[in-house]
């Protein structure tokens, strides 16, 4: 069984990446989100950067969430996605490669000026385009931000995914990624 923290955390996860809050994460929560961030980025629906982040958005749908389609109706339910922490799948799905794999790519849909470093303003944009406030972005990267610099890199950004994901310790910082989750 999942400790409460992590039903809780992977609970708001879930809600984090239902942009179209139909209740299920589908591979349309995630063209919608790259739309949303193509439109804030001010790129054309047909230019090389509204392709690419497109593209890197309908891969992590492809690679994380499709595979906890169990019943294959081409979307993750909130039980299904419980599940997988829930059984042995948990091994396959929250080890460190998929994890490092995960937040590797979510941290190349937020940096993208490709710098290797995300600011405030690139974690108010990533939430605005998820639907969220872009108040508790700033929450949240203040929180993540634990030297100040106003800069987070991509090991220390899959760190925080890692603690997500993988530890059931109430207040490490990785836990306030999608905001506060209680
Ligand atoms: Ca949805
Ligand atoms: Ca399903
Ligand atoms: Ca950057």
Redesign the pocket.
């Given at each position: 069984m999942a400790s409460e923290t992590m039903t809780k955390k992977l609970t708001k996860h879930f809600y984090f990446q239902d942009l179209d809050q139909d209740g299920f994460v589908e591979q349309s929560d995630w063209e919608q989100c790259a739309r949303n961030l193509a439109e804030i980025r001010g790129w054309p629906p047909d230019s090389p950067e509204y392709e690419a982040i497109l593209a890197k958005h309908i891969q992590i749908w492809t690679t994380f969430w499709q595979p906890a389609?169990?019943?294959?109706?081409g979307?993750?339910?909130l039980d299904?996605y419980l599940r997988l922490a829930d059984n042995q799948r948990a091994e396959e799905f929250f080890s460190l490669d998929v994890i490092a794999g995960l937040f590797g790519a979510i941290f190349d849909t937020i940096d993208l000026d490709g710098d290797g470093q995300i600011t405030d303003q690139d974690y108010r944009r990533f939430f605005k385009a998820w639907g969220g406030e872009e108040a508790l972005a700033e929450e949240a990267f203040a929180r993540l931000d634990l030297n100040g610099d106003g800069r987070l890199s991509r090991s220390i950004f899959i760190q925080f995914g890692s603690n997500f994901f993988l530890s059931d310790e109430p207040n490490v910082p990785g836990n306030g990624l999608f905001g506060p989750y209680e």
């Open positions: 389609d169990e019943n294959e109706d979307k993750v339910s299904e």
